[in-house]
């Protein structure tokens, strides 16, 4: 049975010794509250990388630690960039890529999602590719052949290695930072889509997750009645606490189909 993810987004918040603060916290709850079955990997903001890195690895913190961005070149004249050997050398592991606020507010375009994706994955990166939908698109009946478009998009041409290193996150565009939480049935039938349209470029063992107002409350029905492999998180990744309650609802759950 693959294992669940829980990744903490935590956009732009938290300065770097917010970030060792709240790190060292969850190596203290992880060592009173292990997880069993779920990998948890926090996504800091640039500046934080290297202290977050150096925390986790002096202190062996059982978390991962991802980027937000990357840029799909590896060098030169571009102000304010970071490529994937500079995260890789950092000891970072993963990277968002085409998140919804990056491509709404950055003009990130589909092919741009796509060069980004390979370029993350060409050099090791596990890539977590964001897709979801805007409240128009939902309303108007098109949110599974929206969300069909940007998989295939970032997904075709990528080698046998690179599809390995690939998680799918759906995030209803509706849902991030409103406190609406799209609905079981919701998150079910897109969770059920994508591995449909994954399975069909080959990336029938990737994990999907969900991001959207996920909370304490509500993750465990979300993950037992949706068939989502974890969550990205956002503003509830901010506080130890509830990031860790988050890990552990989906520990319990996949306890339970374990045995």
């Known amino acids: 049975m693959k294992r669940a993810l829980v990744m903490g987004n935590w956009k732009m918040n938290l300065d770097y010794v917010e970030a060792v603060h709240l790190v060292q916290q969850l190596g203290v709850l992880a060592s009173n509250r292990p997880l069993d ?12 990388l290297r202290s977050v890195t150096s925390v986790v690895e002096s202190e062996r913190v059982p978390v991962g630690v991802g980027a937000q961005h990357v840029n799909p ?3 030169g004249a571009h102000t304010g960039e970071i490529s994937a050997p500079m995260l890789r050398r950092l000891g970072v592991a993963s990277v968002l890529v085409g998140h919804s606020e990056r491509r709404q507010m950055y003009s990130m375009s589909d092919d741009v999602v796509a060069q980004t994706l390979q370029a993350a994955t060409r050099h090791g990166l596990a890539g977590v590719l964001c897709v979801g939908e805007s409240l128009d698109v939902r309303e108007a009946g098109q949110h599974l052949d929206y969300v069909a478009d940007q998989l295939r998009s970032a997904l075709e041409g990528l080698s046998d290695t690179q599809r390995e290193l690939v998680t799918i996150a759906y995030e209803p ?19 059920e889509h ?22 304490a409350e509500n993750a465990g029905a ?18 130890a606490e ?15 189909r374990a045995t």
């Open 37 to 48: 079955h779920v990998d948890v990997v926090v996504v800091p903001p640039f500046v934080d």
């Open 73 to 75: 070149l590896e060098s």
């Open 173 to 191: 565009i509706w849902a991030i930072g409103t406190g609406l939480s799209a609905s079981t049935d919701q998150v079910r039938e897109m969770t």
């Open 194 to 215: 994508i591995r449909v349209v994954a399975s069909s470029l080959s990336l029938a063992n990737a994990r999907v997750l969900y991001g959207g107002s996920v909370n």
């Open 222 to 239: 979300i993950v037992r009645e949706s068939g989502v492999d974890g969550f990205l998180v956002g503003g509830a990744s901010l506080k």
């Open 242 to 256: 509830s990031f860790w309650s988050i890990g552990e609802a989906v520990d319990d759950c996949y306890a339970g």
